[in-house]
């Protein structure tokens, strides 16, 4: 039986780029479990989705290191290819937040995840689908949300979490409300909204949005909140309770379908795990269940 051929893409840059010190260890290990190992070092944005289309047929797992911006990339080039050709997923999480690798109990260390990278549990799970653009756990629109990529990456490694919450306490101020019809499964219904979320993750960047044990990451649906407009300090205050707990109250709406139907009056801003996802007057969202096979924990 030959060498296991493996594609390890990275991301230099990810998180306070304590990656960097890590990947000669990295390498040791994967040499150690006599993987066949091609190394891609991504420069630019679409540089992982890429290096997979390209590579990721010959391979039987593609190890990602870097932040959920990298994930993401990796998981459109698997998406892109044959289900046939398509490799297993491992991720080692060296980015700010990493919402993912929590929803599929990864460590945190980055050596510790890079043990389970080179392990043999597996797991498949859920990926999400917009317009034709994939994502592992999130789209989103409205407060909150534009902070993954509109703060700069110093700022996201000195602040952490605490820079998400901030972005969204400084923009309470000026908020925009969204009017938007939402056509699920079983229903459909008009509101105004200043979040919306398609998700399949229990948190979002780094904000518990469930209580424990009510996500799924591999059952073929998709968990939507919609944050509905405050308009007085009462339902102010019922919208900042359920972004500290986690727990619905009568500002928001929570939604399980497999297709979720967004049509706004205007295109609205989405992000996709936090990535910049384009402007949209109508967003088609879909699951495609236990899609992509994960190395986990």
């Known amino acids: 039986m030959g060498k296991e051929k493996v594609l390890f893409v990275y991301n230099p840059c990810a998180g306070k780029g304590t990656l960097r010190n890590k990947l000669a260890d990295i390498v040791d290990l994967m040499m150690e479990n006599d993987f066949d190992v ?12 890429n290096y997979v289309q390209e ?25 892109a290819l044959p289900v046939k ?9 060296a980015g700010t937040v990493n919402d993912f690798a929590n929803g599929i109990h990864l460590p945190r260390r980055v ?44 700022t996201k490694n000195l602040f952490g979490k605490t820079a998400y919450i901030l972005d969204g306490a400084v923009k309470l101020g000026k908020i925009k409300n969204y009017h938007v ?14 979040l919306g979320m ?23 649906l998709l968990d939507g909140i919609f944050v509905k407009t405050p308009k007085n300090p009462i339902e102010l205050n019922l919208v900042m309770g359920f972004l500290l707990n986690g727990k619905p ?32 007057e109508k967003a ?9 096979t994960y190395f986990c924990g």
């Not at 050709?85 to 999480?93: D, E, S, V, W």
Request: charged residues 25%; contains cysteine.
């Open 85 to 93: 050709q398509r490799p297993g997923c491992a991720y080692i999480p």
């Open 181 to 194: 019809k939402i056509v699920t499964d079983e229903e459909e219904w008009e509101e105004d909204c200043i």
């Open 38 to 49: 091609t190394i891609a070092a991504t420069q630019k944005a679409g540089d992982a989705a």
């Open 111 to 154: 050596m510790s995840a890079a043990k389970v990278a080179v392990g043999d549990h597996k797991d498949a799970y859920d990926v999400g689908e917009m317009n034709g653009m994939y994502f592992s756990y999130v789209a989103a629109f409205g407060a909150f949300t534009s902070v993954s990529y509109e703060t700069p990456q110093a």
């Open 284 to 292: 088609v969202i879909v699951n495609h269940r236990q899609a992509i």
């Open 249 to 280: 109250n009568s500002q928001v709406k929570v939604i399980h379908s497999s297709r979720v139907e967004i049509l706004g009056e205007e295109r609205i801003a989405f992000t996709l795990d936090g990535e910049n996802g384009g402007l949209h």
């Open 198 to 220: 398609v998700t399949n993750a229990e948190s979002v960047a780094g904000l518990k949005l469930y209580r424990k044990n009510t996500v799924s990451l591999n059952d073929g």
């Open 55 to 79: 590579e990721g047929p010959e391979c039987s797992r593609v190890i990602c290191a870097g932040g959920d911006g990298t994930l993401h990339e990796v998981i459109r080039g698997l998406m």
